[in-house]
């Protein structure tokens, strides 16, 4: 048997517990426990679909069809998708007061459907679940421009003004936006305990928002399945799927079931 001390399970345990102000940080593999793809990994979208960048989908026709085709497919995704137990153990911990916020690389507004208030969660790579017009800014629920796609728009156009659609995503070849960034980095410097969760912390800005908060003085746990070049910087690696190792240490933590 394992020395408690070296049990990585104890260990977070222990960093939460001393932890007051905690912020989770969540890439891909936070929702493929959902049956989100993560597009990057083998067999994900991106063998089958081009990505195509915002200059392109302004310029060609074409484009926005192959555009419009992909999110086709990651929106019927989206409709068979619910949070997995590590969202749930993440909502439980907020509920509990224990969580300052959520930091996520996901578009797919799992972490608000578990039940985490929106307030406390920072979409860095924007949202699917809306849909935004180019030219005049109008705003519709996502389901509304899946059922057109089924119906068999390629391309739907904005219903008040005949513009461009897009989901509220940011797009390759799209910069951030400054003021979720801005916000982001104060999180990421007021925390104590940085916990990077699903994320294989290569593309900026999932590489610096850890580096900002050990560099004030956070502790930093890093969960993922494969290495991540942040490892030698972590107090805590955990080689592990999210969902499990989040559903564990929050019931042990909190004392109580998730689900
Ligand atoms: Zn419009």
């Not at 979208?45 to 999110?71: C, G, H, N």
């Not at 459907?113 to 790579?125: A, M, N, Q, R």
């Not at 899946?146 to 003004?161: F, H, T, V, Y």
């Not at 936006?177 to 916990?195: F, I």
Request: aromatic fraction near 6%; charge should be neutral; include cysteine.
């Amino acid at each position: 048997m394992r020395e408690p001390e070296n049990d990585p399970l104890q260990q977070l345990i222990g960093l939460l517990k001393s932890s007051s102000s905690l912020i989770v940080f969540t890439g891909a593999g936070m929702s493929t426990e959902s049956g989100i793809t993560d597009y990057r990994s083998k067999g994900g979208l991106w063998q089958r679909f081009q990505p195509v960048t915002i200059q392109e989908f302004m310029a060609s026709a074409d484009k926005r069809r192959d555009y419009w085709a992909y999110k086709k497919e990651l929106y019927r995704e989206m409709k068979r998708a619910k949070p997995n137990a590590g969202h749930l153990a993440l909502a439980r911990l907020e509920k509990a007061g224990f969580l300052a916020g959520v930091i996520t690389q996901n578009i797919d507004g799992l972490h608000q459907i578990s039940g985490i208030p929106p307030e406390k969660v920072i979409e860095l790579h924007g949202t699917n679940r809306k849909t935004v017009c180019l030219k005049c800014e109008d705003e519709t629920g996502w389901e509304e421009t899946l059922a057109r796609l089924e119906k068999g728009e390629d391309i739907p156009l904005c219903l008040q003004c005949g513009g461009l659609l897009k989901p509220a995503t940011i797009s390759f070849g799209q910069g951030l936006d400054s003021g979720v960034m801005t916000t982001a980095s104060m999180w990421a410097q007021r925390c104590d305990l940085m916990l990077a969760v699903g994320s294989t912390l290569i593309v900026e800005p999932a590489a610096s928002l850890p580096r900002i908060a050990k560099k004030h003085g956070s502790k930093l746990v890093i969960i993922n399945l494969s290495e991540t070049p942040l490892d030698p910087l972590a107090d805590l690696l955990i080689t592990e799927k999210a969902g499990k190792i989040l559903k564990q240490v929050v019931e042990f933590f909190l004392g109580m079931p998730i689900e």
